[in-house]
């Protein structure tokens, strides 16, 4: 449990602090490589919350409310991925 828990921790921790790494960068092509990182961090956070719902760590509200927040994030870093994409692409 302690492990998995240390691997929820730094896999959400990544994904901001990808994207504060990457706004620091020099224009939007460093900062959608930093985006991607997030994504995949997030995804890493997906596979491990699923992970915990299947053995029984967290209950079906605690998984409701995670998954949405999860869902929530996802949307907003693939929103933000395709407007810096483009402006990558346009420069």
């Known amino acids: 449990m302690?492990?998995?828990?240390?691997?929820?921790?730094?896999?959400?921790?990544?994904?901001?602090?990808?994207?504060?790494?990457?706004?620091?960068?020099?224009?939007?092509?460093?900062?959608?490589?930093?985006?991607?990182?997030?994504?995949?961090?997030?995804?890493?956070?997906?596979?491990?919350l699923i992970f915990a719902r299947d053995r029984g760590y967290l209950t079906q509200e605690e998984w409701r409310e995670l998954d949405a927040q999860r869902s929530k994030l996802g949307r907003e870093l693939w929103s933000t991925y395709k407007g810096v994409a483009r402006k990558a692409e346009s420069s």
């Open 2 to 48: 302690f492990i998995l828990t240390a691997q929820v921790r730094r896999a959400a921790l990544s994904v901001p602090n990808n994207i504060s790494e990457g706004i620091a960068k020099r224009g939007p092509k460093e900062f959608r490589r930093y985006l991607d990182i997030a994504i995949g961090s997030l995804s890493e956070l997906t596979y491990l």
